[in-house]
């Protein structure tokens, strides 16, 4: 007999701290799918298997989690793809559509959860680098620099726009050497960001995020402090 696959059909109804993350890294690596024999599903493919534990445990599916392994030197590509034709058309409503890639939107995310949903995009399209630079001078500096992509200018232009509701405001958006754009953040806003994401009373101790990027935050901020 076939196993019944449950999951939360009305997971993206209401709008909750962990539905804004989750919205936020679909926006980044989701996709949504309608078969030939008219099956709805939607669908995350990434290589952090933990993380789509979490996020399967948060929508509450028991779905498989599918890989598939790649070339040499290349990790594997873990998937999640949950069968649902009313998700399907919550998704739809909220603004995503199957050729999401370079049509995508911002969902009227309530102002209160755009963190989280800031913190779900920067998991799958966003990366934090720190490191030294003008190493041949005397006193090198130590930077941060948050940046986010996305094949959509206008979803990187519209998150700029909310950003600045928060008091961030200098980020660069441009076009980058493919065919996507980069939204660039120096060290400032860098570090407003990290306050953003993470540190707000509505974080919980089982909310959902990367931790490895947030260590990189962290560790520059030890380094910082340092007499």
Known sequence: MPIYKKVNKDFFKV????????????AADGYMTLNKRGAYFWNIQITDKK??????????????????IGKVNERPLYRLQIGSKKMYYDLLALGFN?????????PNVPAIYFRDFVRGYFDGD??????HI????PSNTLIITVVFTSSSFQFLSEIRRRL????????????????????????RDSLKLHDFMYNHPILAKDDIFLQRKRIIFEKYLKIRMRP
């Open 51 to 68: 993380l789509l534990e979490d996020i399967r445990r948060t929508i509450g599916s028991n779905h498989k989690i599918s890989v598939r």
């Open 98 to 106: 199957q050729g999401k890639t370079k049509s995508l939107a911002v």
């Open 164 to 187: 600045r509701l928060f008091m961030i405001f200098k980020g660069v958006l441009s076009k980058g050497k493919g065919n996507y754009y980069r939204l660039v953040y120096s060290i």
């Open 134 to 137: 003008h190493r041949n001078r």
């Open 126 to 131: 966003g990366n934090v680098w720190s490191g």
């Open 15 to 26: 709008w909750t701290p962990k539905m804004s993350y989750i919205l936020g890294f679909f």
